[in-house]
Structures are given as structure tokens and as C-alpha cells.
């Protein structure tokens, strides 16, 4: 029989720190923290509470900055693609809406041997695809290793690098993951070669999500636009650069939704959306600071206004590979120390917090010490001294940004700030799939980026940015290396006690911190706003918004 074991270690290793409420005319930061619970029990959760006649039915109508291109887990790297693939996309495990929660997902059962090297996952039997045809353990081990498959060159690859026959496979001396075993249709086991504490979180990513095999060989190339899998919404009609829909999915195993589609509008621009919000035709939008006030003082919003401590860092990434800024630490602390945080969260309405380091500071590993801005001119002189630029720095550099207005403004308060002390830079908006391949392929001196747990771990913002084996798409855009730091990366991620792991999260911080590769800006407090008649939509810590569970108020 399968059992939930060892949940008390596990559950105080997944750390994520939402904190969400609904408030008009709130702009106060929640004060409490909540860890997220691993669903212990072997319950099947539902489309929220009982479905009723009264809930069903009706569209929501959402928006995205730009085209998602495609829903292949496997080659998933775009914010605009995340957002939306969690509603398509399942795999053993999923987030809870508010990503404070592991639920299960196709997994209905699971344990863990007492050496924490094999997984055991029992499937449920009411699992299908979009295609009608029952999700079964081989679906798992085809997903797994044509993640890991060179030639897929999926980005995710490296989230199961510690499965057992992970090198081989790659290097192709063997013929398939053997640590991913499919024991009979119902029950699929994961062996590691070391216990890899975030392992389990990560599986909640939905570029862990199971596909079926002969919808990839039927669409080829084209899966990413087709994508077959065993979420709770379908792919439906797409309107390239315009609009996409996803319809409810009649089969899925926790009951049909009771939304009968929704569909993501292309809108890259802000107060464009609040227009369409003002109007009626869009039922969700981000909040600019422009319409905050107005908003969030109007009476017909006093129960729609939504507010998440995201887990998400913003900041400048220098590229480590290329001069001036790579190779002069000085150069890279004098920028630092000029940036005005305050008076962007200022402009922000408060909306955020400062960032000295990559994890928040109730993570697991986060700073306990002081979080006042870096901000001191005169510092940022000295060491432009330091630096050998005394007399400010010739040229003027590209500081590469998605071409999202409130990003833009962000900039132009930093461009300011980098002038004063002679550093010139020239801000570049770029439509978001060419400024993802600037990043990934290191074809930029300077970079806003940001980073958001993809797993529900500390683990995933520290890894992603800094781990040298996640160059470029895995994550690290400043191309960063450092051997110590790997190897205490590699020891967080094997060690069982959590005072243990956050000591040496915070030894990789303070390494981090001393080179610098980024400046880092703030903490990002999410504040969106729906319609009065949208019923249970909540937003999530890590930005992936799900509406499997959101019903409209007839």
C-alpha cells in the first residue's frame, strides 16, 4: 500500500513563501509567511467545491505581453509560454492555484524509500490525454527522456540529471533512463543516483508534464503549436499574434472545469489592458501604477483586488564574458551602488521590496540581515576610481530589456542613476522572444532579467542563476562560473537537514554577492485586478496563474 512518507522533513525542505489576500484600497505588504503543505492525503481534489449547473459555464478572457509560440514541455523557456502551459499541461504533481501547495496531479499515490533514492508513484486510472486515450507509466519514461534526449535540447533538461542513467543516456551509450522505470501501467518508479532534496518540487514544472508519443511523431516539428497532453483545458483556436483559446477538457480526471474556455489576448501594452478592463472585454488585467489609485478606490473592486508576494527577484545581469563589465569587479560594484531602488518602488507604489541577494529574505537560506538599498553615489564613485574610471566610462552600452512599458520606465530611472556617476547606457526594448534569445545566447553587455521559482525550492532561483552548468537557457545569463559555489550547490541539493542546506545556501549567497554578476533590484509584489463577477481566481507566487478551479458569477 502506498503511503505519504517522511512528510515533516519534505515538508519543511519545499519552501515558498506566499502570502496572498484580496483587499480594496490595501497596499500594505501581508505580514505573515506560509510554507507550502504537500498534499498528504489521497483524496482526489476537485474543480473547486461541488460542481453545480450554476457555475458552469462562460469564458474568461486573460491577456499575455506577446505570442507564446508553443506548449512543448520540453522546450518551454518563455514567461508568456509558462502561463499558459499550466493550465494545458500535467504531470505526477501540480501547484496549487496559489502556488503555496504541492497537489497531486496524475499521481494519485506516492513514497519515497527511507534512503531517499526511490520514488514510487501510483497513476490514477481516470488519467487521459487530450486524445481520449489513458495516461500510463511508459507515457512518464517517454516524456522523461525525451526532456533529457541531447537532440530535444530542452532547456529543463538538467532538472533530471541526478536519475539514475541520466550520463549515459545522454552520451548515448545507453538506450533509455534507467533509473525511470514503468513497473506496470499504474505504477512508475523514479530511482536517483543521491538524495537530491528539490527533486520532488521539481516535478510540479510543467516542463515535467507527460505527453503522448504518437501525437509528437503525428505533428513532428509542429507538436509545440499542437501540443496533445492532460491538463484540464485543450488547445483550441489560435490567432497568431492576436489571441489564443484553450477549452475545457470533458475528461480530465478531477472533473471537467467549470469555465467552458479561456482565452489569453495578445497585449503587450499596459494601460492598453486596463482600457480593455474598463470596458468589459478583458476580465483580468496587471495593475500599472498610472490606474492604482483609481482602481483599487472604486467600490465595485473592494473584493477583486489581489495581492502575492511573488518569489521573484528582478535585476541587472552583467554578461561575464564580455568586457568592460565582465572582467572589473569595481566596474560592476559602482553600478550597483548607483541604482536608486528606493525611488523605483517609489514609482511602483511600494509594490515591490529591495533585493540585495538572489532568495527572498524567509527563504530557506535568505538574508537575515539588513535589506536597506545599496544606493550611495559618492560609494559608486569611488569605485569607479577603483575601476580606472575615475573620469567616467567611454562609450555608451545597450542595457537589453523586454519592451513591457513599466520596464522600460524602470530603466530610464537607472539610466539616470548610471549617467550621474558616468556610466552611459542606452536602453534597447525588444519584443520578448528576441530579448530571451539575447540572454540565453549571450548577445548582451547589459540586461534587465528577473528570476521566478520554477519549482516550489530554494533551490530554484539559486541554481538557475548561478549553477555554471545552467549557462544561457537553463537560466544563468550572466554566464556565470564558480567553482566553490557549484560545489556548495551540489551539497544543498544532497543534504537531508534544512538548517544544513540553508547554512550552505547562504555561504552561496555571500559568494554570489561578493562577484557580483548581478545587481540585483527588487522583490516583486504581484497586484492584478478581475472583474466582480469572476469567482475564485486567486494569483500565484510564482506567476503561473491557473483557472482549472475559477467559475463566472452568471
Not at 550520463?167 to 514503468?182: K, M, N, P, Q
Not at 489560435?238 to 480526471?253: G, K, M, P, R, S
Not at 529574505?361 to 544606493?375: E, F, I, K, N, V
Not at 537560466?475 to 544544513?500: C, F, I, P, V
Amino acid at each position: 500500500m502506498f503511503k505519504h512518507q517522511g512528510w515533516a522533513k519534505l515538508s519543511a525542505t519545499i519552501l515558498i513563501l506566499c502570502m496572498l489576500f484580496v483587499a480594496a484600497c490595501d497596499t500594505k505588504t501581508p505580514e505573515t509567511t506560509q510554507s507550502p503543505q504537500t498534499t498528504q492525503t489521497t483524496q482526489t481534489p476537485t474543480s473547486g467545491e461541488a460542481n453545480t449547473e450554476t457555475k458552469q459555464g462562460g469564458q474568461l478572457v486573460t491577456y499575455v505581453s506577446n505570442d507564446p509560440k508553443g506548449f512543448d514541455p520540453a522546450t518551454l523557456n518563455l514567461w508568456d509560454q509558462t502561463i499558459v502551459a499550466a493550465n494545458i499541461l500535467e504531470g505526477l504533481v501540480r501547484l496549487s492555484p496559489d502556488g503555496t501547495q504541492i497537489e497531486p496531479g496524475i499521481a494519485e499515490q506516492w513514497s519515497v524509500s527511507d534512503d531517499g533514492l526511490v520514488w514510487t508513484f501510483k497513476l490514477r486510472d481516470n488519467a487521459k490525454f487530450h486524445n481520449g486515450r489513458k495516461v500510463v507509466a511508459e507515457d512518464f519514461k517517454y516524456s522523461f527522456e525525451r526532456v533529457a534526449r541531447p537532440e530535444t535540447a530542452s532547456p529543463s533538461a538538467w532538472m533530471l540529471n541526478k536519475i539514475k542513467g541520466f550520463d549515459a543516456f545522454v552520451a548515448g551509450s545507453a538506450t533509455g533512463l534507467e533509473g525511470v522505470r514503468a513497473v506496470n501501467d499504474s505504477t512508475l518508479e523514479l530511482e536517483l543516483t543521491e538524495a537530491y532534496a528539490p527533486f520532488f518540487s521539481m516535478l510540479a514544472s510543467a516542463s515535467l508534464a507527460v505527453v503522448p508519443k504518437e501525437a509528437v511523431e503525428e505533428f513532428g516539428e509542429d507538436f509545440a503549436q499542437n501540443v496533445v497532453a492532460a491538463g484540464p483545458f485543450t488547445l483550441g483556436q489560435w490567432n497568431i499574434n492576436q489571441d489564443l483559446t484553450v477549452n475545457a477538457f470533458e475528461d480530465y480526471w478531477a472533473g471537467r472545469p467549470y469555465l467552458d474556455s479561456v482565452v489569453w489576448k495578445v497585449i503587450n501594452d499596459e494601460n492598453t489592458r486596463i482600457v480593455e478592463f474598463d470596458a468589459g472585454t478583458l476580465d483580468i488585467a496587471w495593475i500599472p501604477p498610472a490606474h492604482y489609485d483609481r482602481l483599487t478606490s472604486d467600490s465595485r473592486y473592494q473584493n477583486s483586488i489581489n495581492i502575492c508576494n511573488t518569489l521573484h527577484t528582478d535585476f541587472i545581469s552583467f554578461n561575464m564574458e564580455h568586457t568592460p563589465f565582465g572582467d572589473n569587479k569595481d566596474l560592476r560594484y559602482a553600478f550597483k551602488y548607483a541604482l536608486d531602488i528606493q525611488a523605483v518602488i517609489d514609482m511602483l507604489q511600494g509594490r515591490a521590496s529591495v533585493a540585495n541577494h538572489i532568495l527572498l529574505s524567509s527563504m530557506m537560506g535568505g538574508p537575515l540581515g539588513d535589506t536597506s538599498p545599496w544606493y550611495n553615489v559618492d560609494k559608486a564613485k569611488e569605485f569607479m576610481d577603483k575601476a580606472g574610471y575615475a573620469d567616467g566610462l567611454p562609450g555608451t552600452y545597450k542595457l537589453i530589456t523586454p519592451n513591457w512599458n513599466n520596464n522600460i520606465k524602470i530603466c530610464e530611472i537607472y539610466q539616470q542613476n548610471l549617467k550621474a556617476i558616468g556610466i552611459n547606457i542606452e536602453i534597447e526594448s525588444l519584443e520578448y522572444g528576441a530579448y530571451n534569445e539575447a540572454l540565453t545566447s549571450g548577445q548582451y553587455d547589459l540586461a534587465w532579467g528577473y528570476v521566478v521559482a520554477a519549482y516550489p525550492d530554494s533551490d530554484a532561483m539559486v541554481a538557475t542563476l548561478v549553477y555554471s552548468g545552467n549557462l544561457g537557457s537553463g537560466g544563468n545569463y550572466a554566464r556565470y562560473s564558480n567553482a566553490e559555489a557549484d560545489k556548495l550547490l551540489e551539497q544543498a541539493r544532497a543534504a537531508t537537514d534544512d538548517a544544513e542546506r540553508a547554512m550552505l545556501y547562504t555561504q552561496i549567497e555571500a559568494l554570489v554577492s561578493e562577484d557580483l554578476p548581478y545587481a540585483y533590484g527588487m522583490h516583486n509584489i504581484y497586484v492584478d485586478i478581475c472583474q466582480p463577477y469572476v469567482q475564485d481566481y486567486v494569483a500565484s507566487a510564482v506567476d503561473v496563474h491557473t483557472y482549472h478551479r475559477v467559475w463566472i458569477k452568471q
